[in-house]
């Protein structure tokens, strides 16, 4: 099962988050939160000050900062953690094919709330309708207390798919998913 991390949990809630400091992990560390989860679940880990350390939002902000982790002061750079093994493969707004990536144990982080927070899409309830329009995703959402999202939420934000290198064994893998 994925770890589940707050950015607002006091380990990491007041580092600021990428270069600019304008912003904090806690207000603004969703994306970065919702990588963390998804690191932390295939136990890859960070070199940060020499060390080695395992993927938390607080570390990942930190390895970010110092591996062209953000675009614009705090904006994620999505080729980023190429260099973990996670492979960035492309957006997508097709609940049909978030599903089928997630079978095919890549990892997906969904744009919702109106475009303005991630999440980590951890499986999905397959819909009857055209397009699976009344699916259900699950997830590991990093600053409200829910596990899921509908589709018509998730298909407003372009969800990102990462393919992690075959090298790399995660803990979680299809799971939730129901049919």
Same mark, same amino acid.
């Given at each position: 099962?994925?770890?589940?991390?707050?950015?607002?949990?006091?380990?990491?809630?007041? =580092?600021?988050?990428?270069?600019?400091?304008?912003?904090?992990?806690?207000?603004?560390?969703?994306?970065?939160?919702?990588?963390? $989860?998804?690191?932390?679940?295939?136990? &890859?880990?960070?070199? #940060? @000050?020499?060390?080695?350390?395992?993927? =938390?939002?607080? /570390?990942?902000?930190?390895?970010?900062?110092?591996? @062209?982790?953000?675009?614009?002061? %705090?904006?994620?750079?999505?080729?980023? &953690?190429?260099?973990?093994? %996670?492979?960035?493969?492309?957006?997508?707004?097709?609940?049909?094919?978030?599903?089928?990536? *997630?079978? $095919?144990?890549?990892?997906?982080?969904? *744009?919702?709330?109106?475009?303005? *927070?991630?999440?980590?899409?951890?499986?999905?309830?397959?819909?009857?309708?055209?397009?699976?329009?009344?699916?259900?995703?699950?997830? @590991?959402?990093? @600053? *409200?207390? #829910?596990?899921?999202? /509908?589709? /018509?939420?998730? &298909?407003?934000?372009?969800?990102?798919?990462?393919?992690? =290198?075959?090298? &790399?064994?995660?803990? /979680? =893998?299809?799971?939730?998913?129901?049919?």
């Amino acid at each position: 099962m994925y770890p589940l991390f707050k950015q607002c949990d006091p380990a990491w809630g007041d =580092n600021p988050l990428g270069v600019s400091g304008d912003r904090t992990v806690c207000q603004s560390g969703c994306l970065v939160s919702s990588v963390a $989860m998804a690191l932390n679940d295939c136990s &890859i880990m960070l070199p #940060v @000050n020499e060390e080695e350390l395992a993927a =938390n939002p607080g /570390t990942l902000n930190s390895w970010l900062k110092v591996n @062209n982790g953000f675009e614009d002061g %705090f904006g994620f750079n999505w080729t980023s &953690i190429d260099t973990l093994g %996670f492979v960035w493969e492309k957006f997508s707004q097709n609940a049909t094919e978030l599903q089928e990536a *997630h079978d $095919m144990d890549k990892k997906i982080f969904l *744009h919702v709330r109106n475009l303005d *927070h991630y999440v980590l899409m951890t499986g999905y309830s397959k819909g009857s309708l055209p397009n699976n329009l009344d699916s259900v995703f699950f997830v @590991n959402d990093p @600053n *409200h207390d #829910v596990n899921y999202y /509908t589709a /018509t939420e998730v &298909i407003k934000g372009e969800a990102s798919i990462y393919t992690v =290198n075959e090298t &790399i064994t995660c803990h /979680t =893998n299809t799971t939730r998913t129901l049919y």
